[in-house]
């Protein structure tokens, strides 16, 4: 189990268990409804006991249980409530457990819009479809209202969403042949956040790139931490800042390997103290901050040294982060400049300060 293509083989072999299970049984039930390994039937009540006999002794390890209506005909099957009425009629109607406890995705979470919508819609499609009477149908839809309120979500937004469903009813199937899909030229995550997120899909979607959105703050990463947390200086994959003790100068840098390797790279290049030409131009290929102590008489802040980002596994990765903090960091004194990144993005960054980042992340 755990295979992508489990689903797809127990479904093949469901089929072919119930060719030969039903196709050997008679009478045939009436009915034989199957949703994966739950069965909805319809057999006289006599022939109960042989038809799971029979069903039973086809293959050795598969082996089906019954629960049969109740005094009132009624049997729930998934979330469907089927109740066996006059003249041989069933009618339908939303299930739910004693245990339900009416939790929905908040309205105040952080999660987008467009998520809440979808579970109003989910849960008035599921009663549209479920429902077999006007009466079922209203009743259902002030439980659901009834149950969102407690979720904090508006009525005026319930009722909205919950009043173009109904309209749609009776339509359904010709708007779903007729609705003409917009096709995407590619695809892309971006973490969600309320207001910013929205504003980008819809630029994005104009140039025919097809966005999704993905939580960045959960319960599960504030909750689980399984592994004692490494020191940030030791992690590889990383892009940091180094600054300069006597002037508002910082050098920002990226390495795939240990910061505590890198950075002892950069401080036995500081220490060297050269007059020969061609070592100089060496020092500058090595470390842009060593080259600018040297030529300043300045001294480096190592103990101010600063993790921007960590978790940078891709090379291209790693450059285009780097120039972005480049482009945003003040007094920089790097070789290479921001060019890696477009002109267009430049107009969306903010400029900050040294002060600014400093807040936002810890000293090493």
């Not at 196709?23 to 034989?32: A, L, Q, R, Y």
């Not at 040294?354 to 000293?363: A, C, H, I, L």
Request: aromatic share 6%; net charge positive; proline share 4%.
């Amino acid at each position: 189990m755990g295979s992508p293509i489990s689903p797809i083989v127990a479904d093949i072999f469901m089929d072919s268990w119930e060719n030969s299970a039903l196709n050997t049984f008679n009478p045939t039930p009436k009915i034989w409804w199957r949703y994966v390994d739950d069965t909805f039937t319809v057999l006289k009540t006599e022939h109960i006991s042989s038809f799971l006999t029979h069903i039973n002794s086809q293959v050795e390890g598969i082996k089906f249980t019954f629960e049969s209506e109740n005094e009132q005909g009624e049997l729930a099957m998934l979330d469907c409530k089927i109740k066996r009425i006059e003249e041989g009629k069933l009618h339908t109607s939303v299930y739910r457990k004693p245990t339900h406890s009416n939790r929905y995705l908040d309205f105040n979470s952080s999660h987008p819009l467009t998520v809440k919508a979808g579970l109003v819609k989910c849960l008035t499609n599921r009663a549209v479809a479920l429902s077999s009477t006007k009466k079922d149908l209203n009743d259902e839809l002030k439980q659901i209202e009834e149950a969102l309120v407690l979720n904090n979500y508006p009525i005026k937004f319930i009722r909205k969403i919950t009043k173009g469903q109904k309209q749609n009813k009776n339509n359904c199937e010709t708007s779903n042949n007729n609705i003409n899909k917009k096709e995407y030229k590619s695809s892309t995550v971006i973490p969600y956040k309320e207001g910013t997120s929205e504003t980008l899909r819809r630029i994005l979607n104009k140039i025919g790139i097809r966005v999704a959105f993905k939580p960045t703050n959960s319960l599960r990463d504030k909750l689980c931490r399984l592994k004692d947390p490494v020191d940030p200086i030791r992690q590889n994959n990383i892009i940091y800042k180094i600054p300069c003790n006597d002037c508002e100068v910082n050098y920002i840098g990226q390495t795939s390997r240990s910061g505590v390797v890198r950075l002892s790279e950069h401080k036995n290049l500081a220490k060297v103290r050269m007059v020969d030409p061609e070592k100089i131009s060496n020092l500058e290929k090595s470390s842009a901050i060593a080259m600018h102590a040297l030529t300043h008489n300045h001294t480096i802040g190592w103990e101010r040294v600063k993790i921007l980002k960590s978790n940078l596994g891709r090379w291209r990765e790693r450059l285009i982060t780097e120039s972005l903090f480049i482009e945003s960091t003040p007094n920089t004194c790097n070789r290479n400049d921001s060019s890696l990144i477009p002109e267009i993005w430049k107009i969306l960054l903010p400029i900050k300060s040294s002060e600014s980042q400093e807040k936002n992340n810890g000293t090493i």
